[in-house]
């Protein structure tokens, strides 16, 4: 049997000849060895490993909105307001430790969290666009905390809860926070441009 060559030509700087894209895809409808094999090595992993920032807001009906705006450069996902409570059916504070709250993420959240936790774990910038206020910034640090972005924290497995520590130490370059006061396509590119940390004195 003859086999002809289906793939994309890949030159010695590892760019790609993208004349060749429909040929990779027609050969992978007639499932063709070699360009199955040239899709898992070259293709495939060149479209999985390119993560977009991330940006957090509360409400889906913003995220989409934002996301319009950007045109694609930004992952925008929502948190959905909250995502970290203290427990109901148990003393929420450790007596023994400066009255510290204890924190848990309650079950409507679990999918949420998850989710987020997964992207900012590939995303090159996660940045935090909850509202100015102070429920908002409040929300910008249980993020941290819930996605582990706390480098104060020892690496360790997730607990159930977990305690709340005035500071929060991430990495400046990668973990940012921004505000804006209207959903407007100047303001967000405005807001991204001017990033802060987060306002201990409003959490």
Not at 89 to 115: G, L, M, Q, R, W
Request: with cysteine; hydrophobic share 35%; proline share 6%.
């Amino acid at each position: 049997m003859t086999h002809y060559w289906a793939g994309p030509i890949v030159h010695k700087n590892n760019t790609f000849d993208k004349t060749s894209s429909s040929w990779l895809k027609f050969a992978l409808y007639l499932r063709r060895p070699s360009a199955l094999c040239i899709y898992n090595i070259v293709e495939r992993p060149k479209y999985f490993s390119m993560s977009k920032p991330l940006i957090i807001v509360e409400s889906p009906t913003k995220a989409k909105t934002i996301s319009k705006f950007l045109a694609g450069k930004y992952d925008v996902e929502a948190s959905f307001g909250h995502i970290r409570d203290l427990p109901k059916s148990k003393i929420s504070i450790d007596v023994e430790h400066d009255f510290e709250p204890k924190y848990i993420i309650p079950p409507k959240a679990e999918e949420t969290v998850a989710k987020l936790k997964a992207l900012a774990k590939h995303a090159p910038e996660i940045i935090l666009a909850s509202d100015e206020d102070r429920e908002g910034e409040s929300i910008a640090w249980h993020l941290v905390q819930a996605l582990d972005l706390d480098e104060s924290k020892p690496k360790k497995k997730a607990k159930p809860e977990d305690s709340k520590t005035d500071e929060v130490k991430v990495d400046a370059d990668r973990v940012k926070r921004i505000v804006f006061h209207e959903i407007t396509k100047t303001a967000i590119e405005e807001a991204l441009a001017h990033p802060r940390s987060i306002d201990q004195n409003l959490v």
